[in-house]
Every structure is written in structure tokens, then in C-alpha cells.
């Protein structure tokens, strides 16, 4: 870990420690989320890459194990998606992930109270064993980028996910502004491309603010899911002329960026 909190070190690790820097959080950057003030819900934003690579089987090990924990802090699985991994990377995709998981949670100390429970400590050795690389990431409601889209407030009362539907693609886009004028060229790009979306039957879902990194190897400043009917409808946007004609705009207005497509799995409401 670096001397920055919750920043993991770039390229692959060369022992077993440098393995478990990769996919569990430090004691360091769990006492900078105890800091921050806590009078809102948030999600725990998770890209995974399991071990073995796209195998969830041991990684489900953990989720069995830790889910009456889960529960008892007050917590819910608001989406959860396989990564599409055979998308055409000139797309602009990420393929180097196997799924994304967003808990939410009532307060940062409902997360932190399941890190101290005794019985989810011992789900955590098969969360380690079945991933190998991991982004964690506190995201909360904040100046949104695509307006009318759901909260994480509204989320955390209805105690409902996200509606997803088998087969429909969700794409993430976490993104790190450019300079000082990057957040809004990058509010006007999204505004320009808002139409290209509606006519591909696409609707933005969240528009959220990272906050603190837990672990990643990159800082965010925003964090967009959008809901896409089919495989087909990304596609065709993502290879239209009028969606490359707009990269430019984004480019300019962003330092780095991941995209991520994956496939909504329907969970009990």
C-alpha cells in the first residue's frame, strides 16, 4: 500500500503479501473512512477479478459466508453483474474484470461494524483465496452529471436494488476529471450524448460521487451506471459514427478512465 491511503501499487505483486494488498483493505485506510462524516447512505463500489480467472466459485464461498453479516449491519446488495469479458477492447471496454458488486450501505459505520464482526472475519480468507485484483470504492449522492436518475438515499429507504432484468447490460463508468474545467466539459459531454442514448433505449441509473479510495490504484471523481436493453444496443452505439464523434469532447475533458459492461443478475426484493 502506499503512503496513500487506500492507493494500491500498480503491476502484479511478487509475493503473498503483495497478493492480499490487492484484495483486502488496510487497517490505515479503514481508519480514513472513520473520519469522514457519516449522515449518509452509501455504496461500496467492488470491480473483482477472481481467482481463477472468471471462476466465481470460491469467491462465492465468501458471499455465503458473509451474508447473514452482511444482513445483520443493515446492508443490501443494490446491483450485482457479470462483466462481459468479449467485447471489442477498441470499444473503449475493460475486460480485465469479472464482476461488479454494489452493496449499500446505511452509514460508513455499518460497513465498518461488519469489518470488526468476528463471524465475517472468517468469511474473509475465501474472499482472499478467490480474488485476484479488486477496486473498492465509497461512492455517495452528490452533484450528479446525469440528472433524474436513482440515489443511493432512495435506494438505502425503499431497501430495494436496482431493477435489472437477465440479459440487459449495465455499463459503469468510473472517471477522473481533467484540470480544473474537466467536471463540467465533462457535464456538457454527457449532455450531448444524453440523446445518443435515449435513441439506443439506454438510461443512465446512477450518477454518483467517489469519495474516499478503500482500495484501488486509481483516484475517481464520478461514477455513472447506465441500463442498456441488449448486447446489441451497446454495440451499435459504441461503434456508431455519431458516438466516435463525440470522443473527443471526453478525451479533452478526463485524465483516465474505466468502462466496464456487464450483465445485470436479478436479485431477491
Known amino acids: ?130 480474488t485476484s485484483r479488486r477496486t473498492l470504492y465509497v461512492l455517495s449522492d452528490g452533484d450528479t452529471v446525469f440528472k433524474d436518475t436513482h440515489s443511493i438515499a432512495g435506494m438505502d429507504a425503499s431497501r430495494k436494488p436496482l431493477p435489472t432484468t437477465a440479459g440487459d447490460i449495465y455499463v459503469i463508468d468510473v472517471v477522473r476529471f481533467a484540470g480544473e474545467q474537466g467536471h463540467e466539459q465533462f457535464r456538457h459531454w454527457a449532455n450531448t450524448v444524453l440523446p445518443l442514448l435515449r435513441d439506443a433505449g439506454a438510461t443512465p441509473l446512477l450518477s454518483l460521487q467517489p469519495e474516499v479510495p478503500v482500495l484501488s490504484e486509481e483516484h475517481w471523481d464520478h461514477c455513472i451506471l447506465t441500463h442498456f436493453p441488449s448486447l446489441d444496443a451497446v454495440t451499435t452505439l459504441y461503434s456508431s459514427t455519431a458516438w466516435h464523434l463525440s470522443l473527443g469532447a471526453r478525451r479533452d475533458a478526463l485524465e483516465n478512465s474505466v468502462t466496464v459492461a456487464s450483465t445485470g443478475i436479478p436479485l431477491p426484493t
Open 1 to 130: 500500500m502506499s503512503e496513500r491511503h487506500g492507493i494500491s501499487p500498480a503491476g502484479e505483486p511478487v509475493d503473498f503479501q503483495g497478493c492480499l494488498a490487492r484484495v483486502n483493505p488496510t487497517d490505515a485506510s479503514l481508519q480514513q473512512l472513520s473520519q469522514q462524516a457519516d449522515d449518509t447512505p452509501v455504496i461500496m463500489l467492488n470491480l473483482l477479478r477472481f481467482r481463477p480467472r472468471g471462476d466465481s466459485t470460491i469467491y462465492s464461498l465468501y458471499g455465503k459466508e458473509a451474508a447473514p453479516e452482511v444482513a445483520k449491519v443493515g446492508s443490501f446488495i443494490g446491483y450485482y453483474g457479470a462483466v462481459v469479458t468479449d467485447l471489442d477492447p477498441a470499444l473503449g471496454f475493460d475486460a480485465s474484470w469479472d464482476a461488479v458488486v454494489m452493496p449499500v450501505y446505511h452509514r460508513r459505520a455499518s460497513y465498518l461494524a461488519l469489518q470488526r464482526s468476528s463471524i465475517y472475519q472468517l468469511a474473509i480468507p475465501y474472499r482472499s483465496a478467490g
